[in-house]
């Protein structure tokens, strides 16, 4: 294995972290920035409050996008699996 083969399944990797994290986190900043403005409007700045507008988001994110979050784990894990058997041939 070279190292442009290395860097190039460390982009691919980064980029499957980046796929399957992102609409997770995009709905947590979304929420977040809501609440804020919410808690700034209304004087109510206690920590709390904002936990669980985002936790319920989460989880949320995570049942609609999880199937194809993990599908998209799977097609990289299975890409990376196939390269490694064929770096023995």
Avoid: C, H, Y
């Avoid at 985002?54 to 890409?79: C, D, H, N, Y």
Wanted: charged letters at 5%; zero cysteines; aromatic letters at 8%.
């Amino acid at each position: 294995m070279t190292s442009a083969m290395a860097l190039d399944w460390f982009r691919q990797m980064l980029w499957a972290a980046v796929l399957t994290a992102g609409p997770a986190v995009f709905t947590v900043v979304i929420v977040g920035l809501l609440v804020a403005i919410i808690q700034a409007a209304t004087q109510v700045n206690d920590q709390a409050v904002a936990f669980g507008p985002k936790a319920i988001a989460v989880i949320a994110a995570l049942s609609v996008g999880g199937p194809w979050m993990i599908q998209q784990v799977a097609e990289f894990t299975t890409r990376a699996i196939s390269a490694m058997a064929g770096l023995t041939q």
